[in-house]
């Protein structure tokens, strides 16, 4: 299993002008990543298709992101949680080009997404340090 693919949004007028990179290096995750900001650039994904696993790291607002991994065609969920959060208060997140509204735990910080983006795309697993949902 390696990482083969990786796309971004890049959404002008209602259009998305995304791109796709073949064999991606952490340095273009991490620019991919760096560079949402949950208006025109509002998720990053990385996997492998033929494998059938990712990683979706969607919203950048106010340094504010959803990350989930999915194994054998959506089959397996894996979402990313901030502990210091609660589930019962609600924050908007612009992910995918559209408005969402998601559990308070489910926006992580910059910093929680890179860290399991990193392990992600070294380990093609979820960070065994950080608290996973499935």
């Given at each position: 299993?390696?990482?083969?693919?990786?796309?971004?949004?890049?959404?002008?007028?209602?259009?998305?002008?995304?791109?796709?990179?073949?064999?991606?290096?952490?340095?273009?995750?991490?620019?991919?990543i760096s560079?949402?900001?949950?208006?025109?650039?509002?998720?990053?994904?990385?996997?492998n298709?033929?494998?059938?696993?990712?990683?979706y790291?969607?919203?950048?607002a106010?340094?504010?992101?959803?990350?989930?991994?999915?194994?054998?065609?959506?089959?397996?969920?894996?979402?990313?949680?901030?502990?210091e959060?609660?589930?019962?208060?609600?924050?908007?997140?612009?992910?995918?080009?559209?408005?969402?509204?998601?559990?308070?735990?489910?926006?992580?910080?910059?910093?929680?997404a890179?860290?399991?983006?990193?392990?992600?795309?070294?380990?093609?697993?979820?960070?065994?340090?950080?608290?996973?949902?499935?």
């Amino acid at each position: 299993m390696y990482i083969a693919e990786a796309s971004y949004d890049n959404w002008k007028d209602g259009k998305d002008f995304g791109n796709d990179i073949n064999m991606p290096s952490w340095n273009d995750i991490e620019w991919m990543i760096s560079s949402l900001n949950g208006d025109d650039k509002t998720e990053v994904i990385f996997g492998n298709s033929e494998e059938k696993f990712y990683m979706y790291v969607g919203g950048g607002a106010n340094r504010k992101y959803i990350v989930y991994i999915s194994y054998n065609e959506e089959r397996k969920f894996y979402n990313l949680r901030d502990i210091e959060k609660k589930e019962d208060k609600e924050e908007f997140l612009v992910v995918g080009g559209q408005e969402g509204r998601f559990d308070a735990n489910e926006c992580v910080s910059k910093d929680l997404a890179m860290k399991a983006a990193k392990y992600f795309f070294e380990n093609l697993k979820p960070h065994p340090d950080l608290k996973w949902e499935d």
